[in-house]
């Protein structure tokens, strides 16, 4: 079993920051890829970063310059900070592991940036 709880979204004002938190727990093999994706009412999920185990990482282009995306291999936990944010940012952003063909997803943090 694993587990994922995320943690950090909220209410900002476009240009804010806010800092992403996923810490997973149950059977995590060292060789696997976390990210954060995120699904705006009325949208398909998206993928925002994503990065390995050996720290590789790839963002969407609607990200990459204000986002980054990190991870603590001994905690387990995947960090997105997330800078300059803008209205259409706002969703509903939710963690994900990948290990051995297997899915995991958190149950999904708000993050409402208003313009």
């Known amino acids: 079993q694993v587990q994922l709880v995320e943690s950090g979204g909220g209410l900002v004002q476009a240009g804010g920051t806010l800092r992403l938190s996923c810490a997973a727990s149950g059977s995590i093999f060292s060789i696997n890829a976390m990210g954060w994706y995120r699904q705006a009412p009325g949208k398909q999920r998206e993928l925002v970063a994503r990065?390995?185990?050996?720290?590789?990482?790839n963002y969407a282009d609607s990200v990459k310059g204000r986002f980054t995306i990190s991870r603590d291999n001994a905690k387990n936990t995947v960090y997105l900070q997330m800078n300059s944010l803008k209205p259409e940012d706002t969703a509903v952003y939710y963690c994900?592991?990948?290990?051995?063909?297997?899915?995991?997803w958190g149950q999904g943090t708000q993050v409402t940036v208003s313009s």
């Open positions: 994900n592991l990948y290990q051995r063909q297997h899915n995991y």
């Open positions: 990065i390995l185990s050996v720290g590789n990482t």
